[in-house]
């Protein structure tokens, strides 16, 4: 079986989660600390705030954004429930704006359309490795007077126009869950230049408590372990390695895979895409999208269809108002997921190609 994704753990991941287990300094800490200078160095912002999930810290860098009830966030119903989910944890709501068909992220010019006199923000989520028109989102943004919350959840060391994703907008934020382009096994990080919007991240993470035993608002334990960072730190060194790999197995995948009933995925001129997942379009008027995916699956390769239901759609959102959003629904019925990760060998992507245009 070619599995859809794999982390890469190597010695040197091995050696640091023994080396903090050595030490017993097991929960948040100096490692902690570590990889949080290392990503903002990375990132190119000047804080980063470390937690222990993806979900996590987009609900920070919302409360880092002081976006509460009464409001509206305006992001994509196209994505992973957490996106939306972090919006409603902080008692706001949000209200979904359409994608553009060929890169799946929130069409710009859609956006103006879904803001209303309690929108406070918007959250582009950059999908599959791949950023949002950042320049045009920031411009709605400046001149509506809204803060912006990256998703960048999927998008670790993607850039725009060179700046890396999770250091444009007000706030950043990042998941290391395995599948991930890197990962801490679980956890997540919030990026950001501005330091009022770091230290409430930080505030959320510790129960409201920035001074032992006085909690000054209601908070959580979202705390990153030293055991999760050290791997995260070692991880973040290689992370430019993987996503080159990823590249070139798009590459790849670009080059051999044949089938002209597949609509492949395309690299923006001012983005850089790392592949976080090769996601195809089925046009196939033979077999339906569900056959070709159990067709693949069947021949040993993991494929997955990310998202084969919209947020809106859920039965979680079923008492949430919800405009439309055509292409998000043609998309959610027509794309599907080949493995791309950093671990695939020459064989397997030869078979995975193999598969793909035999169908
Ligand atoms: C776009 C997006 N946002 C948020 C998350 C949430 O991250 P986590 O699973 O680490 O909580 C994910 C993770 O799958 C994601 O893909």
């Given at each position: 079986?070619?599995?859809i994704?794999?982390?890469?753990?190597?010695?040197?991941e091995?050696?640091?989660?023994?080396?903090?287990m050595?030490s017993?300094?097991?929960?948040?800490g100096e490692s902690?600390?570590?990889?949080?200078k290392?990503?903002?160095a990375y990132i190119?912002?000047k804080y980063?705030?470390?937690?222990?999930?993806?979900t996590?810290?987009?609900?920070?860098?919302?409360?880092?954004c002081?976006?509460?009830?009464?409001?509206?966030v305006?992001?994509?119903p196209?994505?992973?429930?957490?996106?939306a989910?972090?919006?409603l944890?902080?008692?706001?709501?949000?209200?979904f704006?359409?994608?553009n068909p060929?890169s799946?992220?929130?069409?710009p010019a859609?956006?103006?359309?879904?803001?209303?006199?309690?929108?406070?923000?918007i959250?582009?989520v950059?999908?599959?490795?791949s950023?949002?028109e950042?320049?045009?989102?920031?411009?709605t943004?400046?001149?509506?007077?809204?803060m912006?919350?990256?998703?960048?959840?999927?998008?670790?060391?993607?850039?725009y126009?060179?700046k890396?994703?999770g250091?444009?907008?007000?706030?950043?934020?990042?998941s290391f869950?395995p599948?991930?382009?890197m990962?801490?096994?679980?956890?997540?990080?919030v990026?950001?230049?501005?330091?009022?919007i770091?230290e409430?991240?930080k505030l959320?993470?510790?129960?409201?408590s920035?001074?032992?035993?006085?909690?000054?608002v209601?908070?959580?334990?979202?705390?990153?372990?030293n055991i999760?960072?050290a791997?995260?730190?070692e991880?973040?060194?290689?992370?430019?390695?993987?996503?080159?790999?990823?590249r070139?197995?798009?590459?790849y995948?670009i080059k051999h895979i044949t089938?002209?009933?597949?609509?492949?995925?395309?690299e923006?001129?001012n983005?850089?895409?790392?592949y976080h997942?090769?996601?195809?379009?089925?046009k196939?008027?033979?077999l339906?999208?569900?056959?070709?995916?159990q067709?693949?699956?069947a021949?040993?390769?993991?494929c997955e269809?990310?998202?084969?239901?919209?947020?809106?759609q859920?039965?979680?959102?079923?008492?949430?108002?919800?405009?439309k959003?055509?292409?998000?629904?043609k998309?959610?019925?027509?794309?599907f997921?080949i493995p791309?990760?950093?671990?695939?060998?020459?064989?397997d992507?030869?078979?995975?190609?193999?598969v793909?245009?035999?169908l």
């Open positions: 079986m070619i599995p994704a794999k982390p890469q753990i190597g010695e040197e091995k050696k640091a989660v023994l080396k903090v050595d017993g300094m097991l929960a948040q902690v600390k570590e990889f949080e290392a990503f903002a190119g912002v980063a705030v470390a937690v222990n999930s993806g996590a810290a987009l609900h920070a860098a919302l409360f880092g002081k976006i509460g009830p009464g409001t509206e305006v992001t994509t196209f994505t992973f429930i957490a996106s989910n972090s919006i944890y902080c008692n706001s709501t949000p209200t704006s359409d994608i060929i799946f992220n929130l069409d859609k956006i103006p359309s879904a803001l209303t006199s309690k929108s406070r923000a959250m582009p950059h999908l599959y490795g950023t949002c950042m320049d045009a989102i920031m411009d943004a400046k001149s509506k007077g809204l912006v919350i990256e998703d960048a959840c999927q998008s670790h060391g993607s850039d126009e060179g890396k994703a250091s444009i907008g007000d706030a950043g934020c990042f869950y599948t991930k382009n990962t801490t096994s679980e956890g997540g990080m990026t950001t230049n501005n330091e009022e770091a409430r991240a959320l993470r510790e129960h409201g920035r001074e032992r035993y006085k909690h000054e209601l908070g959580y334990n979202y705390r990153m372990t999760a960072a791997i995260g730190i991880q973040l060194k290689k992370l430019d390695k993987f996503n080159s790999t990823r070139k197995n798009a590459d995948y089938a002209d009933w597949l609509v492949k995925p395309q923006s001129k983005s850089k895409h790392v997942q090769y996601t195809l379009r089925s196939n008027n033979r339906t999208r569900d056959e070709i995916v067709k693949i699956k021949a040993g390769i993991g269809i990310y998202y084969p239901r919209l947020v809106y859920q039965p979680s959102f079923s008492a949430i108002p919800s405009r959003c055509p292409e998000a629904e998309a959610a019925q027509e794309v997921s791309i990760h950093a671990s695939l060998s020459q064989a992507l030869e078979q995975v190609v193999k793909i245009n035999s």
